[in-house]
């Protein structure tokens, strides 16, 4: 059923190749079904035509990080920011997810200053915190998240659980 829908898609841009939602919609169907060069290729197009568009740069930087080009992510990032550390949850995430905490933690801790009461960013930050090896400051974000969203209690106590025995590192 994946090579169906890329067959599709790709001739959805054959007829409309300057249209940057088919690439978006392609380069996910490719990185779901393994083909990362192609997934990163169908980014980088939508990107090169509209590179002023917010999700083509988001798109692409996030396929970058996911596919472990830094040696790309960073020019990108420094060009449309200044800087190589957003605070954009979409950027943590994708690197939080290749475990790439040294990218990742300065990132969450800036969308925790910016917003100290979202419970959400302090849970995500406590997660990625514990994952790094820093245990104690994943448990101290965790216990905010808790004490900021009290329906987080069980979840947060057991990823707390968790941490203290070792299970999320």
Known sequence: ??????????????????????YFIAAEAYFNGGDEARAVEAVRRAYELAPDYPDALTNFAIILILTGQDDEVEPLLLKHYGTTEVANRRYAEAYTRVDRFEKA???????????????????????AYARA????????????A????????????????????GQIR
């Open 105 to 127: 933690i300065p990132i969450w801790e800036r969308l925790v200053a910016a917003s100290p009461n979202d419970a959400e960013l302090h849970a995500s930050l406590g997660v």
């Open 1 to 22: 059923r994946g090579a169906e829908a890329i067959a599709v898609l790709d001739e959805a841009i054959a007829v409309s190749p300057r249209r940057p939602q088919f």
């Open 146 to 165: 808790i004490a900021l969203e009290p329906r987080f209690k069980a979840d947060g106590e057991a990823i707390i659980q968790g941490i203290r025995s």
């Open 133 to 144: 090896g820093r245990p104690e400051d994943g448990i101290r974000e965790l216990e905010q």
